[in-house]
């Protein structure tokens, strides 16, 4: 799985039968230390999650693996939000506190 | 998924049987700010999209979950045209909208 | 699907049970502009297919679509012999013309 | 598989319900010379690994396949906890040595 | 597939039930020059090769395509040891001759 930030919307309404009733979600994946990372992907949402909110998605088969995206043609979904992650024992997301990023280490 | 635009068609006569009565599309992947972002991949193309067009494709074993892609040796497939999207509520690709479009920050 | 062209051969006598009777090529991936673009993979190649062709090939579950490779551990396969391409309506490479390629503006 | 090392954690507690039960571990890839390579995976852990352990993990499909994960939209598993490896008959990482890293040839 | 040179091993005692009697081999990538090209992978060896033999992997669910590996959580598999391969018609390994390599044209 990859962290990812939910920024925007994909509207499409002339798609594979198999995907009506699917909502699409543009997510920008993170780093570690919760910083964009150059990544996007659209996913889909299965959770009706919020813009601003952390996610962790899944790729490839596993993507069909929800109730939702089960034997569709989809190979991006939404499987949890996030309300923290740490590494090294540092908290680096908390869901209702700001934490002020440092530059990560590499 | 990731969004793309049609830019053009392959031919292949000889090629495996399953494979016979799908249509090639070629493809260049768009970033969130609707810019060319440098990939290019060849889908199948069940819906009949035009050229020009801005696509949703998936990749992998998903790309073999549509009624015409199914148990075919198919790895990247067309699955919806894209109307519109927007990050962070701003519009970044409307279909009968020209969008000047912005240096994206990452 | 990626566009390639069949550069040589590999050749392995001790193998899996499985792969006894699939030949291996290799393959160079080719850009848009019909130019080698660094990539490279060995192949499966169901179709005979000769050296200095241009073709199409699948990666991952969907090389195991066709009936040569049905249920081997192959994760790469040739899939159609390509006899044209092009890109917003310029032919890009046609199997039986010579097209001087340009710089593409990414 | 890749190595990676084990630092941290991800809490999420509103998640797909298949996921229920899944913890998930934050992972750094390490190259072969047992430094952090750059990557990072979130991956389930059906193993209870402790943080600052070396781990092998696998991604895609194959992370269904461990009892834990099985049908469940997760593509990525801790499989094993890595005791030692060595690079033409040198000892790169030993859980219980220390191994004074040099700069990997390339 | 992809080319590869076995460098070495790696140990794990505590690991997932379904991967006990998987033995694992570290591989580095090479290009086809029969040069190190920077990526490696661990991967299940079924066939028992020798360190020093250049070898094709598969990936993804292909590597649970031989018999060792059906089922097990496991994401890479040697699938034959290389007597040579070339391209262009210029042999560019022999498991039986020692090629001196040539700067790749790329």
């Known amino acids: 799985m990859q962290l990812a930030r939910v920024v925007g919307t994909v509207v499409s ?17 993170l780093d570690l230390e919760n910083q964009l990372s150059g990544g996007s992907i659209i996913a889909a949402d ?3 999650v919020d813009r601003g909110e ?5 790729k490839g088969s596993s993507a069909r693996q929800t109730e939702m995206t089960r034997d569709r043609p989809n190979d991006a979904v939404i499987l949890g939000v996030v309300d923290q992650w740490e590494v090294g024992g540092v908290e680096k997301y908390h869901k209702f506190k700001t934490i002020t990023p440092k530059k990560s280490p590499k």
């Open 46 to 48: 299965p959770m009706g």
């Open 54 to 58: 952390v996610v962790l998605y899944s």
């Open 13 to 29: 309404t002339r798609k594979d039968e198999k995907m009506v009733g699917v909502p699409f979600m543009v997510l920008r994946d």
